[in-house]
C-alpha cells in the first residue's frame, strides 16, 4: 500500500504540529501533502491528497466536509465543541466520502470508551455516575469533547437523555443528588494535555476509571491511523471505534 497522502487542517496549532512530526516521523505510511489553517485555500490543495486531517475550529468543520465531499476525499475531524446542528449536517457530506469524526484519537481513551460502556451495564443504577476532566489553561470549549462522550456513554446504558440529566458543576442549595444526575466537572490549569476519570460511587465502595494523555502524539497517531483505515471503506460516518474494530 502507497503512503497515505494527507493535509494537515491546523498545521500551526499544536495538533497539527504534533500530526506533522508523527506523519514525517512514518514515511513508508504517510506523506505530507501540506499544512494549512483557516483562511487558507483548502480546495486548491484538495487534488494533491488523500485524505484531510481537520483540527481547526468547530465553526469551519462543516465547510471542510462540504469541500472534502466535492473532491471525494477521506475527512478525518478531531476538532471538539461542535453543537448538534454541526453533528447533523455531517451526516449528508458523509453519503459521499468516509468521515471519521471522533472526539478523541487516542487509543487508550477509545479503550476507556470501551470500559465505561461495559462498567455502566455491570455495576448497574446504584452507583452514581461523575465525570471530571482536566485540560491546559488554553483550551476553548468545556467540558472536552471527550468528557461529553463519556457521559454520552453513560446516558446510554442508563437510558437518560444528556440534555436533561447532565449536571455541569454545582453552586449553592442544589439539594441532594437525583439518581438521574450524570455530573460533569471541568477543571483547568497549566499544560495538562488531557486527563479524564469516569467516577461510580456506592453506599460503600467507588470505581474510577482514568486516562492520562501526556503528549499530543498519541492523538496525532491515531488520527494518521485513522486516515489510513479510512481509505479502504465505503462512504458513511465513523468513529475510533470502528477504526480499532471495538464495535
Known amino acids: 500500500m502507497n503512503p497515505t497522502r494527507v493535509i494537515i487542517n491546523g498545521a500551526r496549532g499544536r495538533m497539527g504540529q504534533a500530526l ?3 506523519a514525517k ?3 513508508a505510511s504517510f506523506e505530507l501533502s501540506v499544512g494549512l489553517d483557516v483562511g487558507d485555500d483548502l480546495e486548491a490543495t484538495l487534488p494533491a491528497c488523500d485524505a484531510v486531517i481537520d483540527f481547526t475550529h468547530a465553526d469551519s468543520t462543516v465547510a471542510v466536509a462540504q469541500a472534502c465531499a466535492a473532491a471525494g ?6 476538532t471538539t465543541g461542535h453543537n448538534d446542528a454541526d453533528r447533523a449536517r455531517l451526516s449528508e457530506p458523509s453519503k459521499k466520502i468516509p468521515v471519521v469524526f471522533a472526539p478523541n484519537f487516542s487509543v487508550g481513551v477509545n479503550t476507556l470508551f470501551w470500559l465505561t460502556r461495559k462498567a455502566t ?3 448497574g443504577p446504584d452507583f452514581d455516575l461523575e465525570v471530571v476532566e482536566m485540560h491546559h489553561r488554553l483550551k476553548k470549549d468545556s467540558p472536552s469533547g471527550t468528557a461529553r ?6 446516558a446510554e446504558v442508563r437510558e ?3 440534555d436533561k440529566n447532565v449536571m455541569h458543576g454545582r453552586e449553592g442549595m442544589v439539594g441532594e443528588r437525583q439518581k438521574t444526575e450524570i455530573g460533569m466537572h471541568a ?8 486527563d479524564h476519570t469516569v467516577i461510580y460511587a456506592n453506599v460503600g465502595e467507588r470505581v474510577e476509571l482514568t486516562h492520562k494523555a501526556s503528549s499530543r502524539d498519541t492523538f496525532a497517531k491515531g488520527a494518521l491511523r485513522a486516515a489510513r483505515w479510512a481509505q479502504g471503506q465505503k462512504p458513511g460516518l465513523y468513529d475510533m471505534q470502528d477504526v480499532l474494530g471495538l464495535k
Open 160 to 162: 437518560l437523555d444528556y
Open 20 to 22: 506533522i512530526a508523527c
Open 121 to 123: 451495564e455491570i455495576l
Open 149 to 154: 462522550r463519556l457521559a454520552e456513554i453513560l
Open 187 to 194: 477543571v483547568r490549569g497549566g499544560d495538562v494535555v488531557g
Open 25 to 27: 516521523a512514518d514515511p
Open 73 to 78: 476525499k477521506i475527512l478525518v475531524i478531531g
